[in-house]
């Protein structure tokens, strides 16, 4: 049974370090210490240590050895998944801070649907590099169906381009209608249909 308990500060909160989660992460991802020690440039020993010093300071087993290799446990899982959140937080914390250090300099990422990449993206990007030479814009096609807004809640992206079919009532969401598309019913001269209005 796990023996977390409830005093964070002094049981974990003085001993969980983000390294050992990261070496954690590593091994899960490889499936093998040996394998994340080396993507990590760490000795297995060092790796081995880290993992157990998170097991101390949690008091569960985190990892299961199975003839492939290790995976990680229900706790393990747990505590990544937390984790992707917390160097995620720490990541845009980072971005934050070089903003702020220098507002004329960063990177974007744009997600946008192959439509709007090939014709209205380019010259928006064109424009926006003119005023802004140091920030490194970068594009990532996404699906039509944007309304999910799948890459935003992931933070893969940090402004999507697309169609909304519907108002967006969602509160982490700001959306604002940038153009309206132009219908158009398109025949050939010779079609019945061409001489009807």
């Not at 989660?21 to 000795?43: D, R």
């Not at 990007?125 to 999910?148: C, G, K, M, W």
């Amino acid at each position: 049974m796990p023996t977390v308990t409830s005093d964070w500060q002094n049981r974990i909160g003085r001993r969980l370090r983000l390294r050992d989660l990261h070496i954690l992460s590593t091994v899960a991802q490889w499936g093998s210490m040996a394998k994340a020690a080396s993507h990590l440039a760490m000795s297995q020993p060092a790796v081995s240590e880290a993992i157990a010093s998170l097991e101390a300071a949690l008091g569960v087993r985190l990892l299961d050895r199975t003839p492939r290799g290790v995976e990680p446990t229900l706790y393990a899982s747990a505590l990544l998944k937390r984790g992707l959140v917390v160097f995620d937080e720490l990541r845009q914390g980072i971005k934050e801070i070089e903003f702020l250090a220098d507002p004329a300099a960063g990177e974007v990422r744009i997600g946008c649907i192959e439509s709007l990449t090939a014709g209205f993206l380019p010259q928006v990007i064109d424009q926006f590099s003119r005023e802004y030479p140091r920030v490194l814009v970068h594009v990532v096609n996404t699906t039509a169906a944007t309304q999910e807004f799948h890459e935003l809640r992931q933070r893969t992206v940090d402004l999507l381009l697309g169609r909304i079919l519907r108002p967006v009532a969602d509160d982490e969401i700001e959306a604002e209608v940038v153009f309206q598309d132009d219908y158009f019913v398109v025949v050939g001269s010779r079609c019945p249909w061409a001489r009807r209005r």
